[in-house]
C-alpha cells in the first residue's frame, strides 16, 4: 500500500481517536469486482489511522463502473 493524501470523510479513528487519518490503495488481486461482472476490477481504497493502523474505512472510487455498461445507462 502507498499513502496518496488526507481522506476528506472521516476526521477521527473510531477505535483510538486518532485524527492523522491516510489513504491507501489495494490493486491487482485486491481489486474489487461485481459478481456479474468479474472482468472489470476496481482498485479497493482505505482510510487507515496512522496512530493505531486501523482501517476505518474501504471504498472503491466510481463504484458505478462496477455495473455493466448496459446495466449503467439504465440508471442513467
Known amino acids: 500500500m502507498s499513502e496518496i493524501n488526507r481522506d476528506k470523510y ?3 479513528c473510531p477505535f ?4 492523522e487519518i491516510i489513504e491507501a490503495f489495494q490493486s491487482a488481486y485486491g ?3 461485481a ?3 468479474r ?8 482510510s487507515i489511522c496512522r496512530k493505531c493502523g486501523s482501517v476505518v ?3 472503491v472510487k466510481e ?3 462496477l455495473l455493466k455498461k448496459k ?4 440508471i442513467e
Open 35 to 37: 459478481t456479474s461482472n
Open 16 to 19: 483510538c481517536g486518532g485524527a
Open 39 to 46: 472482468m472489470g476490477g476496481r482498485t479497493l481504497y482505505h
Open 31 to 33: 481489486a474489487v469486482s
Open 63 to 65: 463504484p458505478e463502473k
Open 71 to 74: 446495466d449503467r445507462q439504465e
Open 57 to 59: 474505512r474501504s471504498y
Open 10 to 12: 472521516v476526521a477521527r
